[in-house]
Structures are given as structure tokens and as C-alpha cells.
């Protein structure tokens, strides 16, 4: 699948399982190498009642860093196909990732 449709499958999954295992988080590891450094290895979901949270960790974040974290560009742009993936299910996502 392409890239951006992959990224929805997989969160939706995540949350559904969390679900199902009646967890309140998920982690899902990001596969980022492009030889600099501040890219995000990380999506948090953190299931509150039933909104869903997605958090980014990035071990490189510096508040006064000038370049966009790709990693949150990336689960942000995949956020509405998440949601329509979710519909009907009683969870949502709340608000863009962190």
C-alpha cells in the first residue's frame, strides 16, 4: 500500500487493539532514516474514555529547532483517514498529534 494509506491502517489497528486488550496506550515504532537527526521514532496513543490522544516522541526535540519533525507531519496528514476508519466504533481521535 502507499505510504500515506499504510500509516492510517496502522493507527486505526493500534487503537482497535488497544481495544480489544482493554488498554489505555499503544506504541507504535517509526522506521525513519534519512541520516539527520530530529526525526521523530515514535507514536503514542493514549486512550482517555474514548478519545484517542497521538502523541510524537522524538529523543532529538529541541524547543528552538527551526526544521518541521517529519514524523508528525506524516501522522497528522494520515489523521482524517484515521478517523474515518474509526467511525462507528465509539472512539476518536482528539485533536492533531502532539
Request: zero cysteines.
Given at each position: 500500500?502507499?505510504?500515506?494509506?499504510?500509516?492510517?491502517?496502522?493507527?486505526?489497528?493500534?487503537?482497535?487493539?488497544?481495544?480489544?486488550?482493554?488498554?489505555?496506550?499503544?506504541w507504535?515504532?517509526?522506521?525513519?532514516?534519512?541520516?539527520?537527526?530530529?526525526?521523530?521514532?515514535?507514536?503514542?496513543?493514549?486512550?482517555?474514555?474514548?478519545?484517542?490522544?497521538?502523541?510524537?516522541?522524538?529523543?532529538?526535540?529541541d524547543?528552538?529547532?527551526?526544521?518541521?519533525?517529519?514524523?508528525?507531519?506524516?501522522?497528522n496528514?494520515?489523521?482524517?483517514?484515521?478517523?474515518?476508519?474509526?467511525?462507528?466504533?465509539?472512539?476518536?481521535?482528539?485533536?492533531?498529534?502532539?
Amino acid at each position: 500500500a502507499q505510504h500515506p494509506e499504510t500509516g492510517r491502517y496502522v493507527v486505526a489497528y493500534a487503537v482497535a487493539r488497544a481495544k480489544a486488550e482493554q488498554r489505555d496506550a499503544a506504541w507504535i515504532s517509526l522506521g525513519m532514516d534519512t541520516g539527520a537527526a530530529g526525526h521523530a521514532n515514535g507514536v503514542i496513543l493514549h486512550r482517555t474514555g474514548n478519545a484517542v490522544s497521538v502523541w510524537i516522541y522524538d529523543p532529538n526535540f529541541d524547543p528552538n529547532q527551526s526544521h518541521w519533525v517529519h514524523g508528525q507531519k506524516a501522522v497528522n496528514d494520515a489523521l482524517p483517514g484515521v478517523r474515518r476508519l474509526l467511525a462507528n466504533t465509539g472512539f476518536f481521535i482528539d485533536g492533531p498529534a502532539q
